[in-house]
């Protein structure tokens, strides 16, 4: 709550403050709990490998640079022509040209298995990665018309792909039978923390970055171009911590 709503109440804000400090104290108290009960919900020794700790750590950053791409170029989209770099498309015909990325997503699935069972899913993951990254690249450079955004998130749909359809692999290659499914669903909480990041972080990115059009006050383009650099140097970030997975897990 304090990270996702903190742009909208104010990061030194009373209440922001106190959910983040009360976080950390359930957080701590939780993580105690964990360590002395005789069959904890997630074995945090477990989770401390190396495999399984830097897996979690890409996962909260490709889930960041995942949805920081899906909240830029939607507004871009759809912000009027009147601002110089908005599409002036409603929503209906952004959520069109944004349907192959989705679409793309789910074919290179059969792609991603087949890379995991040939080089392993280390190399799946950094392979997603640094397409993500390619992706956010192809945005700062077509994002003046709708077509090249369509592009761009399909791109950056397929290295999300192929990094999400990894990272269970890879867990699942590091911890025991039995502790699968809570090591899993630990790992999709660290891509939600990515997102919930993200969300934060574009947010503020593109309040402080702003133009006047027409009495209102909209994101500018050079904070559209800044929150774009920001989630692929993330995807880079990304990519550098699987380098650091171990080779065994290739």
């Known amino acids: 709550m304090g990270v996702s709503k903190g742009a909208e109440w104010g990061w030194t804000s009373g209440t922001t403050l106190g959910l983040l400090g009360a976080a950390v ?17 997630v074995d945090l020794r477990t989770t401390a490998r190396p495999q399984v700790l830097l897996t979690n750590v890409a996962s909260v950053l490709v889930g960041f640079a995942m949805y920081a791409q ?25 959520g069109l040209w944004l349907a192959p990325s989705g679409l793309m997503m ?22 997603g990665a640094l397409v993500i990254a390619v992706g956010y690249g192809s945005a700062f450079a077509l994002m003046g018309a709708p077509w090249g955004l369509m592009v761009a998130g399909s791109v950056g749909s397929i290295g999300v792909g192929l990094a999400y359809g990894a990272m269970p692999a890879l867990i699942m290659g ?8 809570s090591a899993n669903s630990f790992n ?18 593109l309040s402080q970055m702003t133009v006047t059009v027409g009495g209102h006050v909209l994101p500018s383009e050079s904070g559209f171009r800044t929150a774009l650099l920001v989630g692929c140097g993330v995807a880079l970030v990304a990519a550098l911590v699987t380098l650091a997975l171990p080779r065994r897990a290739a």
């Not at 059969?110 to 890379?115: E, H, M, P």
């Not at 993200?198 to 503020?204: I, L, M, P, Q, T």
């Open 106 to 127: 789910m074919a290179v699935s059969g792609l991603g298995a087949r890379l995991s069972a040939a080089r392993g899913p280390r190399t799946s993951l950094f392979a």
């Open 25 to 41: 104290v359930v957080l701590l108290l939780w993580g105690l709990w964990e360590l002395r009960v005789r069959d904890p919900l």
């Open 174 to 181: 590091a911890v025991p039978q039995r502790e699968t499914a």
């Open 70 to 94: 899906s909240l830029v170029v939607m507004q871009i989209l759809q912000l009027p022509e009147a601002t110089g770099y908005g599409l002036g498309q409603s929503m209906l015909t952004a």
């Open 188 to 205: 999709t909480l660290m891509r939600s923390i990515g997102t919930s990041v993200s969300a934060a972080v574009v947010g503020v990115i």
